[in-house]
């Protein structure tokens, strides 16, 4: 969900309370930045932040890390959250590939991907969230009972994300659905705002968890 550079959001970032500008001090004591011992979920490629926001006000007694790499869609997550009471939900910009330098071992509940960049091209494919290189590295930082909750429109990228993540050890799937918002799990599901777009038209909606 990248949008047209916004001038000065460089400048916004580095300077918002919300945004946590040297992640790796918290790696393995998250609990000392929050304050609390509530589990700590994430959202990698959070885009403008709907989706995170709202599971912040709803769900009190969990943490909240949004992960985005481009400024100008961090730059809308930060002024929404300048706009909303809540104590639970923070961000950090960078790559997801570098994971590993700021949380440890065990230290996340819950992955969340939404709507991630599919990278058509096949020469790209190590590149997807959902490729056995990055299910490595949630193998690292998820708790043994953590799940990835994953959602897309594009099915392209759901059926190799179903077959990759089955053929990846330790990984397995449930809770597997071609159309969410039909489905058993429509009831308690947060649309994002690329959900609700491409669901207007028409699009079903994939997903699945993933868990050891």
């Known amino acids: 969900m990248r949008l047209r550079n916004i001038k000065g959001a460089e400048e916004f970032i580095a300077s918002s309370e919300f945004v946590i500008q040297t992640p790796e001090d918290y790696k393995g004591k998250w609990h000392t930045f929050f304050e609390n011992d509530y589990p700590l979920h994430i959202e990698i490629g959070m885009g403008k932040g709907k989706f995170i926001h709202t599971l912040a006000e709803q769900n009190p007694e969990v943490n909240y890390i949004g992960i985005e790499l481009y400024s100008s869609v961090l730059y809308r997550a930060i002024e929404k959250r300048q706009e909303k009471d809540i104590?639970?939900?923070?961000?950090?910009?960078?790559?997801?590939?570098?994971?590993?330098?700021?949380?440890?071992?065990?230290?996340?509940?819950?992955?969340?991907?939404?709507?991630?960049?599919?990278?058509?091209?096949?020469?790209?494919?190590?590149?997807?969230?959902?490729?056995?290189?990055?299910?490595?590295?949630?193998?690292?930082?998820?708790?043994?009972?953590?799940?990835?909750?994953?959602?897309?429109?594009?099915?392209?990228?759901?059926?190799?994300?179903?077959?990759?993540?089955?053929?990846?050890?330790?990984?397995?799937?449930?809770?597997?659905?071609?159309?969410?918002?039909?489905?058993?799990?429509?009831?308690?599901?947060?649309?994002?705002?690329?959900?609700?777009?491409?669901?207007?038209?028409?699009?079903?909606?994939?997903?699945?968890?993933?868990?050891?």
């Open 87 to 212: 104590s639970n939900l923070y961000f950090i910009r960078m790559d997801a590939k570098n994971l590993l330098d700021v949380f440890a071992p065990g230290e996340i509940q819950r992955i969340y991907l939404n709507f991630s960049d599919p990278w058509p091209k096949e020469r790209h494919a190590k590149r997807r969230l959902t490729s056995p290189v990055f299910l490595s590295l949630y193998n690292e930082i998820l708790s043994t009972e953590g799940v990835i909750c994953f959602k897309t429109d594009n099915r392209t990228l759901f059926d190799y994300s179903v077959e990759t993540i089955g053929e990846t050890s330790p990984w397995k799937l449930k809770d597997i659905t071609y159309d969410l918002h039909h489905s058993e799990f429509a009831q308690n599901n947060i649309m994002t705002e690329y959900e609700e777009k491409f669901s207007a038209k028409g699009f079903p909606i994939h997903r699945l968890v993933a868990y050891r």
